[in-house]
């Protein structure tokens, strides 16, 4: 049984910078591809970035040059590391495992909030 827990959600001003943390138990954590996706009010989940087990990255148009995805395959961990914040990006974060060809998530951790305020 999978169990994904995100941490290093808060309040940042426009601008700012944030690092999400997600911690994997329950699988090989190092033969599996990761995501972040998010939710805003009102909106759908959407894909935001995906690693690969050996490393290669992939970014959602709207984050790309603002957003960083790593991963720590030593200690079952994938981070999300957001510069340049902006209100937009005000949405609950939730890390997954992923099926990186279609985006789909799988197996989902209970989300992190994540709000800018101008």
């Known amino acids: 049984q999978v169990q994904l827990v995100e941490s290093g959600g808060g309040l940042v001003q426009a601008g700012g910078s944030l690092r999400l943390s997600c911690r994997a138990s329950?699988?090989?954590?190092?033969?599996?591809?990761m995501g972040w996706f998010r939710q805003a009010p009102g909106k759908e989940r959407e894909f935001v970035a995906a690693?690969?087990?050996?490393?290669?990255?992939y970014y959602a148009d709207s984050v790309k040059g603002r957003f960083t995805i790593s991963r720590d395959n030593g200690v079952n961990s994938v981070y999300l590391q957001m510069n340049s914040l902006k209100p937009e990006d005000t949405a609950i974060y939730y890390c997954?495992?992923?099926?990186?060809?279609?985006?789909?998530?799988?197996?989902w951790g209970q989300g992190t909030q994540v709000s800018v305020v101008s």
């Open positions: 997954a495992t992923i099926i990186i060809t279609t985006r789909q998530g799988r197996s």
């Open positions: 329950g699988i090989t954590f190092s033969q599996y591809d």
């Open positions: 690693i690969k087990y050996e490393g290669i990255r």
